[in-house]
């Protein structure tokens, strides 16, 4: 079943490639939502109760090294699965679209499915890079102003990150002979590696997920390849390339590392309130709008890290804090996903009909485009994370559950809401309020075909503000055990 | 044993709620239809809120909860609920009568406007939102309709978009009060911690109960202040009150219904909810987190009612009367007047929407003017406006025996003066009766007695407008009958006791004080205003008195100067320190990875040239870059893997 997750898009690349010109985007998105369709089976048939790793698939691979080709998925994979499943095509609907943008698209959905499930170091780093090199080439070849430079500084960032993090686990794998997540995730509550090769292990593996979560000082690349890259592509870099990062922190990290995390876990908490607080004060300062979303962007991934780092920064943890905290960190990565792409299909759409994504050349919308202005504030709302709407689910539990695990960093760490509300509020002022820009005139408001995209993704948003329990129950049994591990 | 109302309190807010989503559904176009809807919905709203109001009074003291889960994370369930008791019930009647004579009252007002249709949109989902915030028996789901009670506003004040001032305003609203909402939400956070639990009752487990009160009470004071912060930012509290002036600037019913009856009063109804965590530990009702809440509402009640003397914006003037007496109400909570406070809460927002809904008649019938300078001779244009108008002034002055302010009023004044704190708050909030009662003199002369200034004459309001005012006077003055000391009916239904009647306590000392004080602020402002030109005469003596009051003691310009610069200065730091230090650091980073490549991998060209952003600045072109691809990129990585993957081997051989 994961395989056909895995393969579908895959194959799909190789239609789209030779499909018409015109066609492209219409079967690339058919595929992507076959696959879809296979993830929300697999949801309807995922046992919730159990945090066991489910739908596994297992054979050997190469067996000199220890790499099993081995998929399965918990709560939290499912989830980032079912994340997957839902941007991918709304992002090959933000823009048109040739076939080589298509094929790449679908390239970096099967790394995507792959790096969620697969459960075997080798495999999944293999997912991991591959994920890499489409992204690359999309922002390289449709990007904007500055693609080059983005595209490259993109790549060496990340590709630095993995490098150092392919040998902390070649490290591993030499001191104990398997890459296996759920072995090793065993071995790492007593230690894994002792003294100064566990601190190197550690070292490489944090760096690689740092850059790719775009931690606090790892983060700069973020925002120039955002800004270049084009929406449907910034849509799934920001709703889930980024989350890589995180998943990895949750999946290697936090089990494989806790003393550690724990031993400098004020340094790790510092720099995620750094992530959190200069991100959203930057996002204030920039003109651009979509270079604005990218940083909020980072300081939205700041709040799951510094939850991530919270949990692990007491050697005595209360359940029910590790749990809120865990939980809250799964349901941001979910929310964040949908609402960074919605932010981002609706900046794309202010860029097409304007031509422009500088703040200032907006102005009046809300006289012009009442609908755009309406449902695009939706969105916004919920990036600030008002409570009814999805974001202020996650966060409040994030906050819950650091705020018992660690006071202080919580306590200032929360003034990113304010920052964050700052920065939207007065891209909106500017946006939708005022004088109407000159040619805005010829400025359409939502069509008909956008709107189709637009309201199921709001009321997605909307659903999971105020009844969020469904999400819950994907990942309630996995967060249970993580935290018990933890404990 | 619950009435069948309390599972069902939600009813109240949904009703609203989905008259807001149909109405928007509906389009523009559909303007009577519109209006029908919001005010059918507010309407059955009320009906229910009586029926809410019945158990209440059935049982003194009544309290009955509906508890429920909202989500489970992990094994923890986060459980939400409503909670029915007199201060819930009374809060519900004032909430939907108040905006149902707004509702009305705003199909005149707005009748010409474009937007008319979001308008009452708007406004039933505001009323939606405060609703679900009185009858909330959770902390959390309280803040949940506290923060779109906020988004309301901040709709409703930027509802005039194409004004830049109404969206600068709107912003400002939304901005400041989430500073002190920063506060609220680490107060629900260190409660949720300490308690485990954000129900306010739950059969004894509640955070409000004598369990839980127990279990936090070594950090009760600093929850209390926490939560208080919210309350700061929500009622316009000294130094968060810089927002609720501005506010003036959506349409006058908004302001009658949002920043002067109902939502700035949430702050002080939701520091009455959680008493129990400020007076948690009190000496002779004295703690530290109750002595603040005084000493803030002292400074906003007397800084308030001084700015507004030196202001000419008819609805400024309110904004600020309503600030002030705001602050008279959170003095009233901190020397522990519960029921005080709230009952002045209650005939506030009668008479204070009965003020604002009377300027927006006197703007709407002089053609779209707010300076009472040239205003003038209204007495006789518009007499209904003009007594009901004068009703609202009596009341909100204090005159005594008729009018609601007054008995409510003294009150405070009674609990203020037999405080253990401190006597000073009480001689503060005795002045604070003469100022007010002077600046209203002063309105009152300006727009009502004085010549006629303009040349448009002005026009009574048509009756859609004056039925709601004559409502409102109706009730400002009717409602003194369960408010005097003979027969304190209110306090006593807030209290869960039942009410006795003596004729004889009506007679209080200080009701003649009051009076005497009413009396010298009325007198006052008759003797200076009397013959009072367009130049103010209190401004030709006093003029750099004047000028300091006029500019509100300078408080916006500070924050301007101070916070706003600092914060926006903060801003362009980081920008500037993530464009130019912290890339050049990662690029050194990149730098040191190539260099790692290089060495081991002997000469490079592409390596030795290259730091991170130079090598993208000379990548152009794909043929180049595919070339760079596989001549540098991937052999570095490799090299880089193997080099690394034997140094690895080395450290570990060494180490281990």
Same mark, same amino acid.
């Given at each position: 079943m994961i395989t056909a997750l895995v393969v579908i898009p895959l194959i799909g690349a190789l239609f789209v490639s030779v499909a018409p010109q015109s066609r492209a985007r219409a079967v690339a998105l058919g595929l992507s939502l076959l696959t879809a369709l296979v993830a929300l089976t697999m949801w309807r048939n995922f046992d919730g109760s159990s945090a066991e790793l489910q739908f596994v698939e297992r054979y050997t691979w190469i067996p000199a090294i220890g790499a099993e080709y081995l998929l399965g998925v918990d709560g939290f994979s499912l989830l980032l699965v079912l994340l997957t499943s839902i941007v991918v095509p709304f992002a090959l609907l933000a823009q048109p679209a040739g076939r080589g943008f298509c094929a790449l698209m679908l390239i970096t959905q099967t790394a995507l499915y792959g790096t969620f499930t697969a459960q075997n170091f080798v495999l999944w780093f293999l997912f991991f890079e591959m994920s890499l090199i489409p992204s690359f080439l999309l922002i390289k070849l449709w990007g904007g102003l500055n693609r080059d430079r983005a595209a490259v500084k993109f790549f060496v960032f990340t590709f630095f990150g993995s490098v150092a993090m392919l040998l902390a686990f070649l490290g591993i794998y030499l001191a104990h002979g398997t890459f296996d997540f759920a072995r090793l995730a065993g071995l790492g509550a007593a230690r894994l590696l002792t003294g100064n090769v566990g601190w190197l292990a550690f070292g490489g593996i944090f760096l690689g997920l740092a850059v790719k979560a775009a931690l606090f000082p790892f983060h700069t690349w973020l925002p120039d390849t955002y800004e270049n890259a084009p929406t449907g592509a910034t849509m799934v870099l920001s709703g889930l390339l980024s989350k890589m990062g995180i998943y990895g922190f949750i999946r290697l990290l936090l089990p494989l590392f806790p003393h550690e995390i724990s031993t400098i876990a004020p340094w790790l908490l510092t720099l995620a309130v750094c992530s959190i607080l200069l991100s959203a004060l930057a996002a204030w300062a920039q003109s651009d709008l979509k270079r604005m979303v990218a940083y909020l962007s980072i300081t939205h991934l700041g709040y799951c890290m510094l939850g991530i780092f919270a949990v692990a920064a007491?050697?005595?943890?209360?359940p029910v804090e590790a749990q809120a905290t865990l939980s809250g960190v799964m349901m941001q990565v979910f929310n964040h996903g949908i609402t960074a792409a919605a932010l981002f299909y609706f900046v794309g759409l202010l860029e097409q009909r304007r031509g422009s994504r500088t703040i200032a050349d907006f102005g009046g919308l809300m006289q012009r485009t009442p609908l755009l202005c309406g449902w695009m504030s939706v969105a916004l709302f919920s990036f600030l994370g008002l409570p009814g709407l999805n974001g202020f689910i996650g966060e409040f539990l994030i906050f819950k559950g650091s705020f018992a695990l660690a006071a202080s960093a919580t306590a200032v760490a929360v003034f990113g809401l304010l920052f964050t509300a700052v920065a939207l509020l007065r891209c909106m002022q500017a946006l939708f309020s005022g004088r109407i820009a000159n040619d805005a005139a010829s400025f359409a408001d939502l069509r008909r075909n956008e709107l189709t995209v637009v309201v199921p993704v709001s009321l997605l948003m909307l659903a999971i503000g105020i009844a969020p329990q469904w999400v819950f129950n994907i990942f309630n049994a996995t967060v249970i055990q993580m935290a018990r591990a933890l404990a | 044993m619950n009435p069948w109302i309390v599972p069902n309190l939600w009813i109240i807010p949904a009703l609203p709620l989905l008259a807001s989503l149909c109405i928007l559904s509906l389009g523009k176009a559909r303007r009577r239809p519109a209006a029908l809807v919001a005010i059918f919905a507010q309407a059955a709203a009320l009906v229910l809120a009586v029926a809410a109001f019945a158990p209440t009074l059935a049982t003194p003291g009544f309290r009955a909860t509906h508890n429920f889960t909202w989500f489970t994370f992990g094994e923890n369930a986060v459980r939400i609920g409503f909670v029915l008791d007199p201060l819930t019930a009374a809060m519900l009647m004032m909430i939907t009568f108040v905006s149902l004579c707004i509702f009305v009252f705003s199909t005149g007002y707005m009748a010409e406007d474009a937007n008319f249709t979001r308008f009452f949109a708007y406004l039933s989902f505001f009323s939606a939102a405060m609703l679900g915030v009185v009858i909330s028996n959770s902390l959390l789901l309280l803040f949940v309709c506290w923060e779109l009670v906020g988004l309301a506003s901040y709709l409703l004040i930027g509802f005039w978009i194409h004004k830049p001032s109404a969206a600068a305003a709107a912003k400002k609203a939304f901005i400041t009060t989430r500073v002190g909402d920063i506060g609220f939400f680490l107060g629900i956070l260190w409660l949720y911690g300490t308690s485990g639990t954000l129900l306010l009752y739950d059969g004894g487990r509640g955070a409000l109960e004598a369990t839980s009160l127990l279990a936090i009470a070594s950090s009760a004071t600093f929850i209390a202040l926490l939560i208080f912060c919210g309350a700061v930012g929500k009622s316009g509290q000294f130094p968060l009150h810089v927002w609720l002036p501005d *506010?003036?600037?959506?349409p006058t019913p908004v302001s009658a219904l949002i920043h002067a009856a109902t939502m700035v009063a949430a702050g002080v109804f939701l520091v009455a909810r959680v008493f129990p965590f400020f007076s948690s530990g009190a000496v002779d009702g004295v703690t530290p987190a109750l002595t603040v809440v005084v000493w803030v509402g002292v400074i906003t009640a007397l800084m308030a009612a001084l700015i507004a003397i030196a202001q000419d914006d008819i609805k400024r003037i309110l904004a600020y009367s309503t600030v002030s007496q705001l602050g008279l109400m959170m003095v009233s909570l901190g020397v522990g007047g519960v029921a005080a406070g709230i009952v002045h809460l209650l005939a506030h927002a009668f008479f204070k929407a009965l003020l604002f809904l009377g300027a927006g008649s006197i703007i709407h019938g002089s053609h779209h003017e707010q300076d009472i300078r040239r205003m003038g001779g209204l007495r006789r244009l518009m007499p209904v406006t003009f007594a009901t108008y004068a009703i609202g002034m009596m009341s909100l002055s204090g005159?005594? @025996? @008729?009018?609601?302010g007054a008995w409510t009023k003294e009150e405070i004044l009674h609990g203020t003066a037999h405080w253990h704190g401190s006597p000073i708050p009480h001689y503060l909030l005795l002045l604070g009766v003469v100022l007010t009662a002077f600046y209203m003199t002063r309105q009152m002369i300006y727009v009502f007695f004085a010549p006629q200034r303009t040349q448009n004459t002005p026009h009574e309001s048509p009756r859609v407008m004056t039925i709601p005012l004559i409502a409102l006077a109706v009730c400002s003055i009717g409602l003194s009958v369960i408010l005097?000391? *003979?027969?304190p009916w209110l306090h006593q239904y807030l209290l869960g006791r039942p009410a006795e009647f003596h004729l004889g306590r009506i007679i209080q000392p200080m009701l003649f004080l009051s009076a005497v004080l009413v009396g010298a602020g009325v007198g006052l402002g008759v003797l200076l205003y009397r013959n009072a030109e367009t130049s103010d005469p209190l401004a030709q003596r006093q003029p750099a008195l004047f000028r300091f009051l006029t500019n509100r003691m300078w408080l916006d310009e500070i924050y301007h100067a101070t916070v706003l610069r600092l914060s926006a200065f903060a801003a362009l730091f980081a920008d500037w320190m993530d464009r130019n230090v912290i890339d050049r650091l990662a690029g050194g980073v990149g730098g040191f990875g190539q260099l790692l490549g290089l060495v081991t991998a002997g000469v490079d060209e592409r390596g030795i040239n290259a730091g991170v952003n130079e090598s993208a600045d000379s990548t152009r072109g794909i043929g180049r870059l595919v070339s760079t691809w596989h001549s540098g990129r991937v052999q570095n990585y490799l090299r880089a893997v193997a080099v690394g993957a034997v140094t690895l081997l080395i450290v570990y051989a060494w180490l281990g």
């Open positions: 007491l050697p005595q943890r209360p | *506010a003036m600037e959506g005159v005594p @025996l @008729l009018f609601s005097t000391p *003979a027969w």
